[in-house]
């Protein structure tokens, strides 16, 4: 049943007021930053409260303006939007919170510009989880990559301006060139471009030519470079000159997981299981998105600067989201969708340690952090537990993404000995590259002449956020059902 709430307009409005005030309070560091945390925890509040209706089978939307028969702005909370608008809004406060401590730690210059666009970046992402069509999609995907530039391009020096070029490029060229005449010929097509209220059935009629379809399919999957599916991945490494808080909300929050979201989207509310599987599509999407899983594990696995690897894990782990999808059986949609909470709590810690590192012992290379465990030990406790997960270690979260992975390939009728062969391998290198910096950190001896004198834990005020996501890992690792309930409602 469809409920109009106006709950969505207010959760959406929140970030987006809350800029505005930021950017009024720029001489009161202490109110700008109070103002940032209090519209975090407000527009988390608003969407938990959606919670229980949209776990009792209701769906709720809200209709801002119409623009043609079957193409308008309108916002919708179903149990897919709620995956990623959950953790999302809960992710804020966090890094809103772990921002005060290492903007001020490191004395950076243009706070209230960060945290204005930082709020501006997550009104686009929660309008990207809450967009009803593919016309709404599109214009709040665009609104994140306008936002997060300036965040990008943080440091306005040569490296950074160059890094945010490359971003920005990458993804406004993609979807200008590819998303926009799909949706286009998509509209031709099917006369909406409303979501399905199902994955089974898409939007495309019966009788539509399968070689047009196959082609608007490649141009979604391609269009929405956020998603870091190689060749278009290249901006999102060019992306971490950027201050760790912003490589947290590129990885973690906002933007890669509006690309994965939007793209699973796409596949299973626009064309739908039956019309992929009637297309033979989901295969080759599979085998193609595996090749990055296990090309960027590789490549992270060369990487010594800490955020780099991180980068390329990140490549790496948003294909997990669309490869179980592409399986198109229940327990592989299921791993997939999962995989965006628990990467994104896994994920984050990752990347708030390695800003803890930075700001405690302005360490950045990885062969430079040998004993540094010893001296920060709560900072590599925490990087631990979230490298558990990426690799899929139980008790935490990832354990859960990789188990429904692996079950959705045995259900699959064909094919599924590769699969497996791919998750395992691509297990194997996690462990590579997530193994080593553990290891050397606790165990491993000090490079000559560095004794880190003086080196403590960062402040508390980023401390207690990469701790408090670590916890959350292997909570939702323990007790997965709360993400689940969600999941489990998207597949029926």
Known sequence: ?????????????????????????ARYPNLREGVSFAASVIMFGLIISMVPEVLAGNRLVYNLFNILPGVSVTLRADAFSMIFAVVASFLWILAVFYSMGYMRGLKEHAQTRFNACFALALFGAIGVAFSDNLFTMYLFYEIVSVCTYPLVAHHQDGESYSGARKYIIYLTTTAKGLLLPAMILIYVLTGTLDFANNISTGIFPADVNSALVTMLYIFCLLGFAKSGIMPLHNWLPSAMVAPTPVSALLHAVAVVKVGVFSTTRVMLYVFGTSTMEALNLGIPTAYFVS????????????????????????????????LGVALLTTSGIQGGLIHIANHAFAKITLFFCAGAIYVAAHKKNISEMSGLGRTMPFTFAAFAIASLSMIGVPPVAGFVTKWKLLMGALEMEAHYIGIILILLTSTLLNVGYFAPVTYKAFFGKRPTGESFEGIREAPLAMLIPLMLAAVISVVIGIYPDFIMHFVKAVTG
């Open 1 to 25: 049943m469809e409920i109009v709430s106006c709950k969505l307009l207010y959760a959406l409005l929140t970030p987006l007021i809350g800029s505005l005030v930021v950017m009024r309070c």
């Open 291 to 322: 090749f990055t899983i296990l090309t960027a594990s590789i490549i992270a696995l060369s990487k010594d600067n800490l955020k780099a690897r991180l980068a390329y894990s990140t490549v790496s782990q948003l294909s997990y989201i669309i």
